[in-house]
């Protein structure tokens, strides 16, 4: 009996780019970078960020496609077939995104629920100033949220 087992790869190059282009965007340098643009100095801030995103950022998805590539493995195996001792990278690799994605359902959560508000018509207490501390202070209103975007 023959085993065959087809491996996923992308359809097309767009789509990969794409995928790429999400997640090193991510959705927390959308809502915070005007932020700290203004908060940091505008201009400079900028600049800094500018030449981190380009050296280390494309260094760094550079070479995670590239070796994802050589050895047609998931990170943390193919951080281990280049050499036993660079394992642990691997695991950072995907511990990264999982601790990451943490953040990201409690922030989809808390849009989640204003959403939800919004929906049933309640728009005008959510613009009430204490509804978001008393949201995000209940310890089961926002791991409500949290886990019904999840899921």
């Known amino acids: 009996m023959e085993n065959h087992t087809k491996k996923n790869t992308f359809s097309s190059q767009f789509g990969f780019v794409m995928a790429a282009a999400g997640s090193a965007v991510g959705v927390g340098n959308l809502w915070r970078f005007p932020y700290l643009a203004a908060k940091d100095g505008g201009g400079l801030f900028l600049v800094v960020y ?6 280390f950022g494309f260094t760094l998805l550079v070479s995670d496609i590239a070796i994802g590539r050589k050895t047609k493995k998931s990170a943390i195996y193919a951080y281990a077939e280049m050499s036993e001792k660079w394992k642990f990278l691997g695991v950072v690799t995907f511990l990264v995104p999982v601790l990451i994605m943490t953040y990201y359902a409690v922030i989809g959560g808390w849009i989640t629920k204003y959403l939800t508000v919004y929906l049933t018509g309640e728009a005008q ?13 209940s310890p089961v209103s926002s791991v409500i949220f949290a886990l019904f975007l999840c899921a």
């Open 50 to 55: 500018l030449a981190l995103v380009v050296t």
């Open 125 to 137: 207490a959510a613009a009430e100033d204490g509804y978001f501390t008393s949201f995000i202070t």
